[in-house]
């Protein structure tokens, strides 16, 4: 006899192990209502109620042997009705815990035996259309394997809509040198970014990453791109990179661990920021700041595009510091010499500086910038980071310091700052050290659960130099999560002394952006 029933459950427990699967994925009295389950395919057997011999049956069984570990939370619901599917779910894990006891030795009575064969029995129906079900299941994984998208990689997008719209005081706007740019508001317009990153991993801990992506007409498709052109006041979303309505690849870089502490990154399209100055309150410009001077350090990225070259990341015992080293070429892919044309990733005010210039291209040559950063983070609320830059523009070599630190003072506020120092050689304006700041704070949880407002200021490019006067820019922004995939953002920028220019008026723009992810 025993031989027997062990028998049964063995061919059985094929059976009833679906019942697991499509009891709790399907028919969990946790998260569904009565009226929900009316309308399950399930729900049409009849109920075992707790009067029924069978539930007095298994709850004794459950009495003497505790065999049944119940529903996924731990309970067994004798005590109200349950469907027939249900109640096998049950059947199942007492018959499992009986086959333990018998596998030890352990002693069941003969009566009991007969008591779980009986149980068996009764459900040999919903048994069988189970192992129906099962195999159909089966077959549908079986299509979903061969017909899905990859094994090793994971498909990420965004797409980004703004509305936007700005105008200044005054009569015109200039730039540093004096050329008119606008002598009246600019018209509003309907920008977008749209980004698909392929992230594939071969390891678990590399990385392959190739993003493609577009948007709208670049830095003139908001006030901003037209009225301050030079230090930093466009959105940044509209320059990373401009695309024009066109299909472009956005980044193509690989990612691997050399040693446990020690990340290497190497690849054709590779953009600094995405790895150096980064900041949790203020490097985002989907998220936090929209102002291009307010999500980086404005002096120390004469080279902000995308080129060629590579990164590593160290952080030496997994402790508090971290070492960055950085380098990447404007145009690496162009072997000319002495070429004028424009250089793809070179900031608008490298070209205020040195206009009219040429220079070598190629992975070694002019365009090129240098990168270390330092990392200390003490605690998670609190992060400083020392970085270095230095490089060749149009032939001429420029070199910059700065620091950036981020302080989350409670869970609902944080502080946050950057502050750079640059010298740049034999620009249209002489040898100029030009300087940088920002400083702002962020308030989370304000209004709702999850949202984030921002406030900062900043002065992009102090140079005595350039111009007569000192820009700054301001913007404040609120942003709300109507779920994890959508977040709408409310954005205000006002620019003072727009250009280094004295006699600019303030432009005030405003911005609503969209930002759905996936």
Known sequence: MMQNFLKTVSIFSLFLSSIYLDTYKNINFNYYTQSQLKNTEFYRLDDVSPQDWTSQALQGLNNRYGCLSGYPDGLYRGS????????????????????????QTETVTQDDLTILARLVQEFETELIELETRLSDLEEQVTVLEEQQFSTTTQLNGQVIFAVNAGGFEGDRIIDPKGVVLAEEDP???????????????????????????????????????????????ILDISNSPPRDDIFGLGRVYYRFKASQNLSLTVGALIEALDFIDNNRYANLSFRDFSTESLVYNYVLFPINGIGAGAIADWKPGNGNLTFRALYIAANATNPSQNDSSFVPGLKAFTQLLYSNRSGNRGLF????????????????????????????????????????????????????????????ENTDFGDINPNYWMAGLSLFSLFTEGDRTGFAVGQPFIADQVGNSTQTNFELFYNYPINDYIQISPVIQIIDDAGNQGSNGTIFTGTFRTVFEF
Do not use: H
């Open 80 to 103: 109200r009705t349950l469907s027939r599917y249900e109640f096998a779910a049950s059947l199942k894990a007492c018959l499992e815990g009986i086959e333990r006891l018998l596998s």
């Open 187 to 233: 018209q509003a317009t309907f920008l977008f970014r749209a980004a698909f990153d392929f992230d594939t991993s071969f390891r678990g801990t590399d990385l392959l990453k190739i993003r493609v992506d577009t948007g709208s007409n670049g830095i003139l498709d908001n006030a901003t791109g037209l009225l301050e052109p030079n230090f930093g006041s």
């Open 365 to 424: 040559d002019d365009f090129y910038q240098g990168m270390l950063e330092l990392e200390y983070t003490p605690s998670s609320q609190l992060t400083f980071r020392l970085i270095y830059s230095g490089g060749e523009v149009f032939d001429e070599r420029f070199d910059a310091v700065g620091v950036n630190f981020e302080w989350a003072i409670s869970s609902q506020f944080a502080l946050f700052g950057r502050y750079g120092y640059s010298s740049f």
